[in-house]
């Protein structure tokens, strides 16, 4: 299965899952979630 999409690193309310009752559909590349943290603690540390 190939899958296109983003990851919404600024939109940190998507973390809460349940309430947003979003399903699991694929695991990202380990250095696409590297990049992802890195843009999170920018954000939180700014």
Known sequence: MSL???IL???LKSLD???RNAVFIAN???ETIDD???L???LICS
Do not use: C, M
């Open 4 to 6: 296109n999409g983003v």
């Open 28 to 30: 990202a590349k380990p």
């Open 40 to 42: 999170i603690n920018t």
């Open 36 to 38: 992802v943290i890195e």
């Open 17 to 19: 899952w349940k309430a």
């Open 9 to 11: 690193a600024d939109q």
